[in-house]
């Protein structure tokens, strides 16, 4: 099971930028189809941004598209989330999930997690 670390989170304003990484672990990166998801407290994970293992696709959840951006370095096992134009409703715990090839839009469909990292957005 590939192993998955994020970075990146911290303390912004409304309107910043900010750019979370995920690392994995293990030699089948480029095969995985890597997704972002990102869980505020009282409520449920909730999908945000994936890139296909199979033709590099991209998807977005509708609450960030068009101001955030996935994309992948397979030479450094690492999948990014850039995210602009940051506002309050985008504080969360943001982690990393990894699953063979395909995007699925539900949690229960990743088996890899990363342990997640916070995120706040200031008003």
């Known amino acids: 099971q590939v192993q998955l670390v994020e970075s990146g989170g911290g303390l912004v304003q409304t309107g910043d930028s900010l750019r979370l990484f995920c690392r994995a672990s293990g030699p089948i990166f480029s095969s995985l189809a890597m997704g972002w998801f990102r869980q505020a407290p009282g409520k449920e994970r909730e999908f945000v941004a994936a890139v296909s293992g199979s033709d590099g696709s991209t998807y977005y959840a509708d609450s960030v598209k068009g101001r955030s951006t996935i994309s992948r370095d397979n030479a450094k096992n690492t999948v990014y989330l850039q995210m602009n134009m940051v506002k309050p409703e985008d504080t969360g715990v943001y982690y990393c999930?990894?699953?063979?090839?395909?995007?699925?839009?539900?949690?229960?469909?990743?088996?890899?997690w990363g342990q997640g990292t916070q995120v706040t957005v200031s008003s």
């Open positions: 999930a990894a699953r063979n090839l395909y995007v699925n839009m539900q949690p229960a469909h990743y088996p890899s």
